[in-house]
């Protein structure tokens, strides 16, 4: 599906009908459920262009399912942890339902969202993972700060850490946020994450702890285990 194509088709799903870009059960590699096995849902579309994004495929692919096939697909795989993910899920008009259902259904949910887009409206049982964008990304003027005003002990926030400018951005950037909100990495765990082949793990683990900041060192468990550019895992 081109990238023409795919505002067109969200544009036209009905109700309970999300474009999806793929299913699948597997290890969860990031955030503080890491290790745990996870069901997940990633759904088609995104309207930012990280410059380190992974998972460009989305942008591009997806097929119509109906809520009620998320649920069933979501049940079969025996997982009680399911994320939802993208793309960007919160574009989808059905994936609020989608979360509300699979909380229902008696799941532990998550939801890796951008930051960009409002997190207000989200069933206050899931774990919302904000990916808060930092300068490498190209994509810093899009984060949204009444996200960070929504978050509660249940979130999460990552920071994906490209070079050491990012990092100086984000030791301020948290510095000042702990002041307003001394919640945010304590009750609210902050994760920065090096960009997988351009910033090594020692390196970022060396600056965190030469500053001693509130904040965990994240890894893309996934990408350990399985090759880097493998889907479905």
């Not at 059960?25 to 096995?37: D, K, M, V």
């Not at 591009?60 to 399911?82: D, K, M, N, P, Y």
């Amino acid at each position: 599906m081109s990238t023409g194509i795919l505002p067109r088709a969200l544009g036209k799903l009905g109700p309970r009908e999300l474009l999806v870009n793929e299913t699948f059960l597997s290890i969860q590699g990031e955030s503080t459920h890491a290790g745990r096995p996870c069901f997940f849902v990633r759904f088609s579309g995104c309207h930012l262009r990280c410059t380190w994004c992974d998972t460009e495929y989305a942008f591009h692919e997806g097929e119509v399912a109906t809520i009620e096939r998320c649920l069933e697909l979501a049940a079969a795989s025996g997982a009680r942890l399911v994320e939802v993910t993208g793309g960007e899920p919160l574009l989808q008009k059905a994936c609020l339902p989608l979360l509300r259902e699979l909380c229902d259904a008696g799941h532990e949910v998550l939801l890796e969202t951008s930051g960009a887009l409002p997190i207000d409206e989200v069933d206050p049982r899931v774990a919302r993972i904000v990916d808060w964008k930092t300068p490498s990304s190209a994509m810093v003027a899009h984060n949204d700060p009444s996200v960070i005003d929504a978050l509660t002990g249940r979130d999460e926030l990552k920071l994906v850490i490209g070079d050491r400018a990012d990092y100086e951005w984000a030791r301020r950037w948290l510095r000042e946020l702990v002041v307003r909100r001394p919640d945010i990495g304590s009750s609210v765990p902050v994760h920065f994450s090096p960009v997988f082949g351009r910033l090594e793990p020692q390196e970022l683990a060396a600056w965190i702890l030469a500053d001693r900041l509130p904040v965990r060192l994240n890894l893309q468990l996934h990408k350990l285990i399985w090759p880097a550019a493998t889907r479905g895992v």
